[in-house]
């Protein structure tokens, strides 16, 4: 079983700063997801990489498969930044991502 | 409907109670999974349809939960003899591709209180 940690498991942050969450696995992988929760459940799909980088808006998400690590970034935080950061490496079988607990993250004004 | 769609949104039973939980995956996605979140931790993995074949089912926790996805469509997770320890938010997700190395898409969870 891939075993994933994430840190840091609580960031709160002034708005505008720069925000970093970190993911590593154990297992090789073929993909990782970055997630976002919202209070209430619903789970966003933010990224889907497998090797590199990848940039939407404000976000971006690198990878290092040989390190087995992952980074999200959050360029000029904002309040509605607030949520739960998710990772999920994926082996690429059809059994399921492997999720980890979550950085919970919040955007003071 | 455009996305993945989760019924009913939140479900109060009484232990021993059956219950049956709704996903409508978004339309022609052959992938289907479902996760258990409990409280303050992340998803973990339940089973997974490809169509209406369950390839998947090593992450139900016990023989009282049983999932279908008859036509290869709506799936229906169904929890017998309810425990408290079932209480949690279960999530469906679908997906255009076959494996987990393709976007998922997720539904708002139906959140189960078990008394």
């Known amino acids: 079983k891939n075993e994933v940690e994430q840190s840091p498991q609580n960031l709160t942050a002034q708005e505008g700063e720069f925000i970093t969450i970190n993911c590593s696995y154990s297992v090789g992988i073929s993909a990782l997801h970055w997630l976002q929760q919202h209070p209430g459940g619903g789970i966003v799909s933010l990224f889907m990489l497998s090797s590199g980088k990848k940039k939407h808006g404000r976000l971006i998400a690198t990878i290092n498969i040989q390190e087995k690590h992952s980074s999200l970034h959050i360029t000029a935080s904002h309040p509605r930044d607030s949520a739960v950061y998710i990772c999920?490496?994926?082996?690429?079988?059809?059994?399921?991502?492997?999720f980890g607990k979550g950085t919970h993250l919040i955007i003071q004004p | 409907g455009a996305g993945v769609s989760q019924s009913p949104r939140y479900k109060v039973a009484k232990r021993g109670q059956d219950v049956a939980l709704r996903c409508d995956p978004i339309s022609g996605h052959v992938s289907l999974f479902w996760y258990q979140q409990a409280l303050g931790q992340g998803p973990e993995f339940l089973t997974y349809f490809q169509n209406e074949a369950q390839l998947d089912k090593s992450g139900l926790p016990s023989d009282r939960f049983f999932a279908e996805r008859p036509e290869g469509s709506v799936s229906t997770l169904k929890i017998q003899r309810t425990q408290q320890e079932d209480s949690a938010v279960y999530l469906c997700?679908?997906?255009?591709?076959?494996?987990?190395?393709?976007?998922?898409?997720f539904g708002d969870g139906t959140r189960l209180s078990i008394l």
């Open positions: 997700a679908s997906s255009g591709g076959r494996t987990t190395a393709a976007a998922q898409h």
């Open positions: 999920a490496p994926s082996g690429g079988g059809a059994d399921g991502l492997t």
